[in-house]
């Protein structure tokens, strides 16, 4: 008799993010955020949690991007201030993430990345 276990999955989704190009399956859909979640059980009933994984799915063929926890509640909060009302100019002002169009999306670091390399453009032609 197995009394206990592990391995038992929970796939908890929460929508689409963004229109992305899939490398595995060339077709270009919005990918779902998603949070996979192992459990412990007892009597094949769930009871702990033992690894979290945040992940960007393609809708076609199941390919995944993991994301750090860090980047997923950010993804998370702005889907659900989307999903609340916010007006377009309201989520471009936080960092948009989610757009109608699927657009092409940039993190803050990403941000500073580009205003970096365009400074060091400019120097060079100074």
């Not at 955020?33 to 009933?45: E, H, V």
């Not at 995944?64 to 980047?71: D, I, P, T």
């Not at 007006?87 to 092409?104: H, M, P």
């Amino acid at each position: 008799m197995i009394i206990f276990g592990w391995g038992h999955r929970t796939v908890k989704k929460f929508g689409p993010v963004r229109k992305v190009s899939c490398s595995n399956c060339k077709n270009e859909s919005s990918w779902n955020l998603q949070k996979l979640t192992s459990w412990f059980t007892f009597f094949f009933m769930p009871i702990i949690p033992y690894r979290m994984d945040y992940l960007l799915v393609c809708p076609v063929c199941r390919c995944c991007l993991e994301l750090e926890k860090e980047e997923f509640e950010m993804i998370k909060n702005v889907i659900n201030k989307k999903n609340s009302g916010m007006s377009e100019q309201d989520l471009v002002k936080t960092n948009n993430i989610v757009t109608e169009a699927g657009g092409v999306i940039r993190t803050e670091t990403q941000i500073n990345f580009i205003r970096q390399m365009k400074e060091m453009e400019s120097k060079r032609k100074e």
